[in-house]
């Protein structure tokens, strides 16, 4: 297996293609960090009297939740109370207002996308090409069964996808760190969860924001690996993969407004922040719910995959 991994991450690598994509990448984040620099603006005066703000900004966020129809309002309106009676409780100031490095790799976050739109191309063509190449032949000739091979390329698939967000994610704290400088002190991140709040490590926070945001990627890459095995189009997987990358959420949310089963609905459950720092798309969903469902797609994807691989004839 680990020699089929190898033999798979040097077919990529071998394709001028892939440092194209690595490049436009890290010009992405340099691009994203020259326009933060340009528009940063320097830290205000520390307000002395924070915690008579605060309790003001309650009584105000207190009137607006009265007043307000929508539950999405009114939960970031109960969010933000909470977290400000927690600063006063423990004696901690609001952030500093100075940008810093932190700030900056949550801000590149954004092109997380972009990491999804280059795996999906990868993923995509990864079986496709070996049936349009014919090599397809070459590969089944070896004494090795097929579910082992389908099984190496999608593990490069995912290799090569958290490659890129390693990428994204240092690339972007090394030039953070250059362009704004490390905060002037260590401020915890404030996680507010279930109505509750807790201090978490901001390079902690950062690591598991990257991670749920990547989720979406990681299913539309699987899907357009099943499509791309399942068809043998690459062109197909790629196409319908995009599209759904930067669709499917409006759609979902559409659909949402009026049907319930909306959240059977695979894109009601791949961003699982909306457990951590916002609301549930569709009333009654939580993150276990949302978790069963995209192991649910999980399996209906691989098994589409290599039930037809497996019995697939290449003959011809």
């Not at 599209?243 to 089963?261: I, R």
């Not at 720092?277 to 569709?282: K, N, R």
Request: proline share 3%; hydrophobic share 50%.
């Amino acid at each position: 297996m680990v020699n089929l991994i190898k033999n798979e991450w040097m077919k990529i690598f071998r394709r001028p293609g892939t440092y194209v994509m690595i490049t436009i990448l890290i010009l992405s984040t340099l691009l994203v960090g020259i326009v933060s620099k340009y528009q940063e603006k320097g830290p205000g005066a520390a307000d002395k009297n924070w915690v008579q703000t605060l309790k003001e900004e309650n009584d105000a966020l207190k009137k607006q939740m009265e007043q307000s129809r929508s539950k999405v309002e009114k939960q970031y309106y109960k969010k933000e109370i909470v977290i400000n009676n927690y600063r006063i409780q423990h004696n901690l100031p609001p952030k500093e207002t100075k940008y810093h490095v932190w700030s900056f790799v949550k801000d590149a976050s954004d092109l997380i996308i972009l990491t999804g739109l280059f795996t999906i191309i990868v993923a995509a063509g990864i079986v496709a090409s070996e049936f349009n190449w014919g090599t397809i032949k070459l590969l089944l000739i070896r004494p090795i069964n097929r579910t082992k091979i389908l099984l190496s390329k999608y593990f490069t698939v995912i290799l090569f996808a958290l490659f890129m967000l390693a990428i994204l994610f240092a690339f972007s704290a090394a030039l953070g760190a250059v362009l704004f400088g490390m905060p002037n002190q260590s401020v915890p991140y404030l996680n507010y969860y279930n109505g509750k709040v807790t201090e978490q490590n901001i390079v902690i926070h950062l690591l598991i924001y990257y991670g749920l945001n990547s989720i979406k990627m990681m299913m539309l890459v699987t899907m357009a690996f099943m499509i791309s095995t399942v068809f043998r189009n690459s062109s197909l997987a790629i196409g319908l993969s995009l599209f759904l990358l930067f669709t499917g959420d409006q759609f979902t949310a559409l659909l949402a407004l009026k049907f319930s089963w909306a959240k059977f609905i695979l894109f009601a459950n791949t961003d699982l922040m909306q457990y951590i720092e916002g609301t549930p798309l569709v009333d009654g969903m939580t993150m276990t719910f949302s978790i069963i469902m995209l192991i649910i797609y999980f399996i209906i994807f691989h098994f589409l995959s290599f039930f037809v691989f497996n019995k697939r004839d290449v003959a011809s």
